[in-house]
């Protein structure tokens, strides 16, 4: 057993509850209800569901590649470092957007980017 990816994996599901409930209940939902034209609104609304998609994958390949199976993939080693690396840029995007916004606290308001880090982190470690 890997432990440093079936953390990650962990941290991943809870990421991803996190994603579901309150990701929708105070960013989806607000923007939905707006003003803005309905176009933009069903972009957001996708571009929501393309990450709930990554989110739950990535959870279910984590918990499998710390357990050894490696599922329909030849290399665990290469997708967990394209795991890795994809959530290590989530972290330095979101990070980026923090500290360069309006928004006082930035990083600490916008705290999604420590689950990304410490994802990509326990992925490149195990991989």
């Known amino acids: 057993m890997s432990y440093p990816l079936f953390a990650a994996g962990v941290l991943a599901v809870l ?3 996190g994603h579901f409930f309150a990701g929708y209940k105070m960013y989806i ?13 069903n972009v957001v609304l996708c571009l ?14 984590l918990l ?9 993939f030849d290399s665990i080693h290469d997708v967990t470092l394209v795991i890795g690396i994809s959530y290590a840029g989530f972290a330095l995007a979101q ?12 990083p600490l308001k916008m ?11 326990l992925s490149l470690v195990a991989a």
Not at 29 to 41: E, F
Not at 95 to 106: E, I, N, R, Y
Not at 114 to 119: A, S, V
Request: proline share 3%.
């Open 64 to 72: 499998a590649f710390s357990f050894g199976y490696s599922l329909i």
């Open 48 to 61: 929501f569901h393309y990450m709930s998609v990554y989110l739950i994958l990535t959870a279910i390949i």
């Open 29 to 41: 939902r607000p923007i939905i209800g707006s003003n803005a034209d309905v176009i933009p609104k």
């Open 15 to 17: 990421a991803t509850i």
């Open 95 to 106: 990070l980026a957007v923090a500290l360069t916004s309006s928004v006082k606290s930035g």
């Open 111 to 121: 705290f999604q980017w420590i689950f990304w880090l410490l994802i990509a982190l």
